[in-house]
């Protein structure tokens, strides 16, 4: 069985600093994982995903993350917030169907 | 081009009414599935189709839940009888996967059910 756990519920951060958000998942396959945003009363749109090629994975909006298999992580990172990061971030592994975490929810202060 | 629509996007119902709601995914998306999302949580799955063909119901809560997509497009999620815990976000997704691979789900806005 494949779930993923989302280390935080609620992240806050300056506008410029470091955005980090845990992802770790736990697959008895070789995993497909997936981080998706969500901004109030829309749908999710996809960030990123690993699809066990490179193991650092680009993706919209200046956020990466990298796979690391002996940590069993996923973690989103971005150099420098801005204000319009702040929403609902969605990490996901997939073998067949998407199973999410419980979400981050972003926070960005002036 | 056009994404995934999904309606309504709000619906009141009284607790035991039917209610329906639609799925319109991306043209040419063979792969169509309906999460839950409950207020605060992530998005649970529900079934999943092929074309016509579902293949996956494992995540409905009750037999008070049916999907349908008889022509390989528009997808309709019925609840019956609804109630007070069936309130929550309802998000249908697409995708072009034909097999067993995953592959990125393009997400429609979802349907906000109330129970009352």
């Known amino acids: 069985a494949q779930s993923v756990t989302q280390l935080g519920s609620h992240v806050s951060v300056s506008e410029g600093a470091l955005v980090l958000l845990r992802c770790n998942y736990s697959?008895?396959?070789?995993?497909?994982l997936f981080w998706y945003v969500q901004y109030p009363n829309q749908g999710l749109q996809l960030l990123l995903k690993y699809t066990s090629a490179a193991t650092l994975v680009k993706g919209i909006n200046g956020f990466e993350a990298e796979f690391k298999k002996s940590e069993t992580s996923f973690h989103l990172t971005k150099p420098s917030a801005h204000m319009s990061d702040a929403a609902e971030y969605f990490c996901a592994v997939s073998t067949d169907k998407l199973i999410f975490g419980t979400g981050t929810r972003l926070q960005v202060f002036p | 081009g056009a994404g995934v629509s999904q309606s309504p996007r709000y619906k009141v119902a009284k607790r035991g009414q039917d209610v329906a709601l639609r799925c319109d995914p991306i043209?040419?998306?063979?792969?169509l599935f309906w999460y839950q999302q409950a207020l605060g949580q992530g998005p649970e799955f529900l079934t999943y189709f092929q074309n016509e063909a579902q293949l996956d119901k494992s995540g409905l809560p009750s037999d008070r839940f049916f999907a349908e997509r008889p022509e390989g497009s528009v997808s309709t999620l019925k609840i019956q009888r609804t109630q007070q815990e069936d309130s929550a976000v309802y998000l249908c997704?697409?995708?072009?996967?034909?097999?067993?691979?995953?592959?990125?789900?393009?997400f429609g806005p979802g349907t906000r059910l109330t129970v009352t």
């Open positions: 697959s008895s396959v070789p995993p497909y």
């Open positions: 043209s040419g998306h063979v792969s």
């Open positions: 997704a697409s995708s072009f996967r034909t097999g067993p691979l995953p592959d990125e789900q393009y």
